[in-house]
Structures are given as structure tokens and as C-alpha cells.
């Protein structure tokens, strides 16, 4: 079975509860969920949040919308996403991040599909990175995850996903899908305010006419209006990332201390 | 249509003039069906009326019939409060409500913006359309909406209290778009119940209420219809709340309901306001089960 696991939680750091922001009258995390419920090859959706009283708000949201939801560790995101997936009895585990509203279901698919052909541990779009930053899709085998979830010893690498696989490409099949040119430069996850700005402006750009829009047409309308291209320029990619590897250092540094 | 049903009698034997006990199931279907048919579409309930969220929830089998109105218990915390909400949509079985009204605004007086941060939290989510408080005092309801921007609230409105009809408070709710729901507009009965089979309690408040008997006999109208009157002709009444006991209680008020039609043009209902608080107050009043 393969289970696509969507991370969100109302308390991150930078823009809280944003998730939750609504966008077109719905919350954000409500039109996400619409869009990758288009994926053809994913078999369940399940909401993986945290036990954070205020993210009681998010299974009562997927209740509503008749998603499953799993509630686990807050910090340690890895250890959440194995649970998920034990739960679920996922044999294939889709990762997704519940700040990407535009993601893209024939995306999901091409990487599901690359996955499954060439029977990889973990298939992603994102070694090296060419399509849009929010776009990212990763894929990966449950027991390459179950692997991640015993070796994993770093905070980066229980904070982050599939950072131990990406820290270790030697133990397993690692597969990529590429855009046809290289869009990276855009940035369509929502971390900060002027993200959100963007994001709302594509919706009600697009959605009225089209709520199955897709990547070419996101980039195609950003082509004709390049001041909203602008709306979010200059804020970098993967901060939550780098502080977690200022964490990894400390880690490290104690682990030296100890010995 | 106007009016919306109360059903803090689903699930307790509330109010003091009732005398029925809690209303069995079927009871309960026949009266859902009858408001149905008269396009009563809100019922408002709450977590504390006993297990009336819970019938209410066994009975409508989740249909989209009826909105709701809920009200989280007295005490709630910001921690629990999205608990509450959960509970309540489980019971009920639907994955969404008209409103969340906190019971008790005194949670909201003292823990203000973190009550708060979760009731639009609900909101945002769309576990409700819309986030209040129900109110007992009027000079809290004043300050409460200027500081926390609501969509409904609901209070006491009746012949006698008529503290949420002041023009100071109509436009406050005016200017900050908040609806309110009216409830108690029988006073728990007491207003339309003969004097002689009132609680002695209320024999002190004679001279208070007999006028009422007396201008519904002088215009050949029924106490009921005056009481209806007072809420289904005031403009910033979104719903006029009332319960019942049984399927001919509500026959009776959905009558009332068509008489008290024009009644406010004819008669002067403002000229019953009292201030008395051990009369417009049940909680003033002793323990008085009958």
C-alpha cells in the first residue's frame, strides 16, 4: 500500500499557525489536501501531527475532511512518520509537508512511478533540486524508513525525514526525478509572511477558474506577471534546516565530551 | 424562520416550571420532525445538558437537517478547549457546527487572548462557521465584544430583562457585526405560567407580573404570543431560542409564534422591563424544583 504522509503542525516558529491560514475562504492545509487527494497512485492519505494540544485543531480539520490523522512526537519527526506508517501499514511512504499548498498531484505520481520502476529505496525530486522549492515529493520503501528510524542518531537526522538517507546515499537505491528545466529558483513553500502573500495571490489567481491547476500553469502565470514572481524574492531556502545542524554540532561536540 | 430549539430539556429536566423530566427518544424525533416541517433550522445545545449532545447525535444520524450552536463547559481551558470542541462534534456526529460559544464568559475575562487564540483556531479550521460567548450580564457583553472580536453571542431577552435590548448594546453589536441569539424569553417558564401555580417565590412579584395576564386578556392575545413578540420584531435578533418538552409544547409556541406576528405595533412590551435581579435572574432565585 502506498501511503502518502503529510507533516503540518500549527507551531512553527516563523509564520505560527499557518497552516491553518485560511486562503480563499479554506484553510491552507484544506486545499493542499484537495490536491493531493488527485494523486491516482496514492492509496491513503494520513495527516501525521503532533500531540500539541493546539494541533488537536488539525484532527479535528482532518476529521472533517475524512482524512486519517496520526498525533506523535513534535520534535522528533522521524520517529512520527515510522509510527504513521506502522499504523497505516504502509509499504511505500510519499513524504509531504503541510506548508506546500501548490503541490503537484501529477508530480506525486511521476515520482511514485519512477519509484516503483526502478524499484529504488528512495525515490525524491530533490537530489538535486530543479522543480519549484514546495513541489518537493519524496518517496521511499518502509523499510528504508525503518532503517532511518534505528540508525538514525543525529537531532538533524530525527528532525528531518529522510536526512539520514540523504547523510548515507552508500546503504541505499536512491532514484531522482528532474524537471525539464531547472525551476528551483522559485519558491513556492510558505515559511514566512511575504510566502503566504504569494501563495494566496496564485490561488485566487487561478483556482476560480481552474482548483486543478498545475505547475506549468503556476509558472506560465508567473511568467505574465513577474512583480507577483517578486512577492516573496529574497528569503532563503531551508532555514528550519540549518538550525538543526547548529544542533547536530552541539550534539556532537557533547557526544566528544563524554568520551 | 426565526426561531431556534432550545434542547437543554433533550438531556436534563431543566427549567422550573417543568415538570415532564427529560423528554424520551421518540418524544424527541417527534419534535425534531415537527421543527423541521416549520423550517426551524438551528438547534442550540451545549456539552453541560447532560446527554442531550449525545441524543441529539443518536437521533439525527449526522443528517445536515439542523445547524448547531454548542457551548463549551465552564472552565474550559486554552489546553483543552479544542478537546471540547472534538467531543462535542463526536457526539453530535456532524465534522461541523454553526457556532462554539464558550458557557461561562467569565473563561474568557480571565484567560482572555489563549481562550481565544483557540476558539479561532476552531474557526480557522472550520470546525465552526463562527466563535462567541453566552452572556448573562450585559455591561460584560458591552466590554467582552469591543475586546474580542466575535460573530455570535447569546443572552437573556424577555418582557421583563430586556438589558440586551439597550440601544448602547444594539449598536455595539451592530458596529462589530455580531448576531445574537436570544434565549430565556419565557423566563423558564415562569412567564407563561398562571400566577396561582407559580412557585411562592414569585408571589412577591405579583404586582410585576400580573400585568402581563392582564394586557394578554384586555387584547385577547395569548402571554406566550406577548413574550415571542419582544424578539421576533427586534431587528438585531438573529434567532429567538426556545425549548420544550414535548411535541405539543412546540405546536403551541410555532401558534404563538404566527400570533405574536404585528403584536409590538399594537402593545407596549418595553413597558415591562424590570430590573428587579432576584426576579429577571434565575440564578438569584432559591432552589425551587416543583
Redesign the interface.
Known amino acids: 500500500m502506498i501511503v502518502a504522509i503529510l507533516q503540518a503542525r ?1 507551531s512553527s516558529s516563523r509564520l505560527p ?1 499557518k497552516v ?3 486562503v480563499l475562504g ?2 491552507m492545509l ?1 486545499l493542499e489536501i484537495e490536491r493531493i487527494r488527485r494523486s491516482r497512485l496514492i492509496d491513503k492519505l494520513v495527516v501525521a501531527t503532533t500531540t500539541e ?2 494541533d ?6 482532518c ?2 475532511l ?1 482524512v486519517d490523522c496520526f498525533r506523535g512526537s513534535l520534535d522528533n519527526v522521524l520517529d512520527r512518520y515510522y509510527r504513521s506508517a506502522v499504523n497505516s501499514k504502509a509499504d511505500q511512504v510519499v513524504r509531504l509537508t503541510g506548508d506546500c499548498p501548490l503541490i503537484d498531484p501529477q508530480i506525486i505520481d511521476q515520482v511514485i512511478m519512477l519509484h516503483c520502476e526502478t524499484g529504488s529505496d528512495y525515490t525524491s525530486n530533490v537530489l538535486p533540486p530543479t522543480f519549484p522549492d514546495g513541489l518537493d515529493v519524496e518517496v521511499m520503501t518502509f523499510s528504508a524508513l525503518e532503517t532511518s528510524w534505528k540508525e538514525a542518531r543525529l537531532p538533524s537526522e530525527k528532525e528531518h525525514v529522510t536526512s539520514y538517507i540523504e547523510n548515507h546515499p552508500q546503504k541505499f537505491r536512491i532514484s531522482n526525478v528532474s524537471a525539464k528545466s531547472d525551476f528551483s529558483n522559485h519558491r513556492w513553500t510558505v515559511d514566512e509572511v511575504e510566502d503566504f502573500e504569494l501563495i494566496s495571490h496564485l490561488f485566487e489567481a487561478l483556482y476560480p477558474s481552474n482548483p486543478e491547476f498545475s505547475m506549468e500553469d503556476v509558472l506560465h502565470y508567473l511568467d505574465s506577471h513577474p512583480r507577483v514572481a517578486q512577492l516573496n524574492n529574497g528569503i532563503q531556502r531551508n532555514e528550519g534546516m540549518q538550525s538543526s545542524l547548529q544542533k547536530d554540532q552541539s550534539y556532537l561536540q557533547r557526544e566528544k565530551a563524554d568520551v | 424562520m426565526k426561531l431556534a430549539l432550545g434542547t437543554v430539556q433533550f438531556g436534563t429536566d431543566y427549567g422550573v416550571t417543568n415538570s415532564a423530566g427529560q423528554v424520551c427518544l421518540a418524544e424527541m424525533e417527534s419534535i425534531l420532525y415537527l421543527a423541521a416541517q416549520a423550517g426551524i433550522d438551528t438547534l442550540d445545545t451545549a456539552t453541560v445538558y447532560g446527554n442531550a449532545e449525545t441524543r441529539l447525535g443518536q437521533v439525527l444520524q449526522g443528517s445536515q437537517e439542523f445547524r448547531f450552536v454548542t457551548k463549551v463547559p465552564a472552565g474550559v481551558s486554552a489546553n483543552n478547549l479544542l478537546e471540547e470542541i472534538g467531543g462535542s462534534l463526536e457526539r453530535l456526529r456532524v465534522h461541523k457546527l454553526d457556532a462554539v460559544l464558550l458557557h461561562d464568559s467569565g473563561d474568557l475575562l480571565a484567560k482572555g487572548d489563549e481562550l481565544y487564540t483557540g476558539l479561532q483556531l476552531a474557526r480557522q479550521a472550520r470546525l465552526c462557521e463562527r466563535i462567541g460567548v453566552s452572556f448573562y450580564s450585559d455591561v460584560e457583553a458591552l466590554n467582552l465584544i469591543r475586546q474580542f472580536p466575535m460573530d455570535l453571542i447569546q443572552a437573556p431577552i424577555n418582557l421583563l430583562d430586556q438589558r440586551f435590548l439597550s440601544a448602547e448594546l444594539s449598536s455595539a453589536l451592530t458596529d462589530n457585526s455580531v448576531a445574537i441569539h436570544a434565549r430565556s424569553l419565557f423566563l423558564q417558564g415562569v412567564l407563561v405560567t398562571p400566577l396561582d401555580r407559580l412557585p411562592d417565590y414569585f408571589g412577591g412579584y405579583k404586582s410585576v407580573l400580573e400585568p402581563l395576564w392582564q394586557m394578554a386578556e384586555k387584547h385577547s392575545v395569548g402571554v406566550m404570543a406577548m413574550c415571542l413578540a419582544l424578539a421576533r420584531h427586534c431587528p438585531v435578533i438573529e434567532r429567538v431560542v426556545v425549548g420544550c418538552c414535548s411535541r405539543d409544547q412546540l405546536t403551541q409556541i410555532l401558534e404563538a409564534w404566527e400570533q405574536a406576528e404585528g403584536l409590538t405595533e399594537k402593545l407596549d412590551l418595553q413597558a415591562f422591563s424590570c430590573d428587579d435581579q432576584n426576579l429577571v435572574m434565575p440564578t438569584h432565585w432559591p432552589e425551587l424544583k416543583v
Open positions: 500549527l499557525r491553518l491560514k485560511p479554506k484553510p484544506e494540544p493546539i488537536k485543531s488539525i484532527e479535528l480539520l476529521t472533517r475524512e
